[in-house]
Nanobody
């Protein structure tokens, strides 16, 4: 299977910046898409940003102009640069990846999630 490990979360003052990283590992054959989601207390998990092969990155309206997603295909890693952070950006941020991995029985599709990293924006 494929594992995702996030890093870079923490506590930051409003207006500050953080950069999240997510590295995928395992018997990866290809990754079609990687993205970031977040879940605030008492709320449903929501899409923050995604980047797919051949497509422009997509962003939630609430983060457009402030967040930027980038991918390093050679490292199977996706980044989320978060600038001008607001109190409402406080949440657990989860990495997601979709693609194909190789197994003993052939190639199989996967959709994996990371364990989540806490981002807290303080006033």
């Amino acid at each position: 299977q494929v594992q995702l490990v996030e890093s870079g979360g923490g506590v930051v003052q409003a207006g500050g910046s953080l950069r999240l990283s997510c590295a995928a590992s395992g018997n990866i054959f290809s990754i079609n898409a990687m993205g970031w989601y977040r879940q605030a207390p008492g709320k449903q998990r929501e899409l923050v940003a995604t980047i797919k092969d051949g497509d422009r990155p997509m962003y939630a309206d609430s983060v457009k102009g402030r967040f930027s997603i980038a991918r390093d295909n050679a490292k199977n890693t996706v980044y989320l640069q978060m600038n001008s952070l607001k109190l409402e950006d406080t949440a657990v941020y989860y990495c997601n990846a979709e693609g194909t991995y190789s197994s003993a029985t052939g190639y199989r599709g996967f959709r994996s999630w990371g364990q989540g990293t806490q981002v807290t924006v303080s006033s």
